[in-house]
């Protein structure tokens, strides 16, 4: 065999090893994907009965979070349990702040699971307000988020899509969240490079196949706008920022725990003071203070706005999506 037939015998094995590698990397993603969108179902069936008024919201988010765990999988986010006018990002703090789920309540529950770092993320809401006012504000989410789905395919533009969530949300007399929306999912990754916006005037992203979509929706009886309130209690590693100089012992082992068990997917700072008895605060603070996390604050509405909001995932193929949760 010539040295030229033996370099191309290489490539071609070269060639088919990679192959093989992408096909078994696709087959887990697929295999994760379908087995987290599994618990995700179960777990909301599962925790639907319980969110009553009167329950308390850490003990509703830790039977949340154990339960993926006990099925096998991740959190992929702490649990997120926003009333009212709280859109986004509330988890129980570090100290129990006692909430409780009143009369007159609406509850945003939002999960995220994972396998391996092949994430899905899903939401839904439950109303307690008797005010007609709100009578269809989570048929507005569900509706905007049906027709969202049955749009999904490859080629298709975010945009367009985000016009007929427009639409809906709008149709029934409720304000989309310009701030907040669906999200292409990557792994390890829960808000990936891809937009899938609320509003048809705020641009977008081409769909592919293989690209996995949060396909979420928010609907508001105020503006339509949230801001960061001065509460934070989720925490994510920032990926960019490079080795810089820890004062604290604390800061150092919370690091090296955050990089261990949760890479660059969102923590709560309760999980930490699980581990640690003391310096979760302070070292939270440095970690922050030196670029090495990002802060993701809670997201409020004008006061005396309720919102809801309606999510699932979707894996997209050649003939439009699967549904994962």
Known sequence: ?????????????????????QEEEKKL???SLKKAGDIAKQVKK??????????????????????????????????????NNIAAHY???????????????????DLGVHIEGYI?????????NQDEALENIITATQTALEAAKMMIKPGIHTSKIGKKIEEIIKGFNYNPIKELGGHQIERWIVHGTKALPELGSQGGDEIEEE?????????????GSVHNTNNCHIYALNPYSGRVPLRRKSSKKILAYINRNFKTLPFAERWLGKEFQLGVAFGLQELVQQGKLNTHHVLSEKKD???????????????????LT
């Open 305 to 323: 706005v309720f919102v809801a909001q309606s999510e699932d995932t979707v894996l997209v193929n050649e003939e439009g999506y699967e549904q």
């Open 46 to 83: 599962f925790i639907k009965p319980k969110i009553k008024v009167g329950a308390k919201v850490l003990e509703i988010v830790n039977l949340v979070e154990d339960k993926i765990r006990e099925m096998g999988g991740s959190c992929a986010f702490p649990v997120n349990l926003s009333i």
């Open 120 to 128: 899905v993320d899903t939401a839904f809401s439950v109303n307690f």
């Open 91 to 109: 988890t129980s703090p570090l100290r129990d702040d006692e909430l409780e789920i009143q009369e007159n309540d609406l509850i945003k529950l």
């Open 211 to 223: 690209d996995i979509f949060a396909v979420e929706i928010f609907a508001s009886t105020g503006p």
């Open 29 to 31: 993603k697929y295999e």
């Open 1 to 21: 065999m010539s040295k030229e037939e033996k370099m191309n015998n290489q490539l071609e094995k070269n060639d088919q090893t990679k192959e093989d590698e």
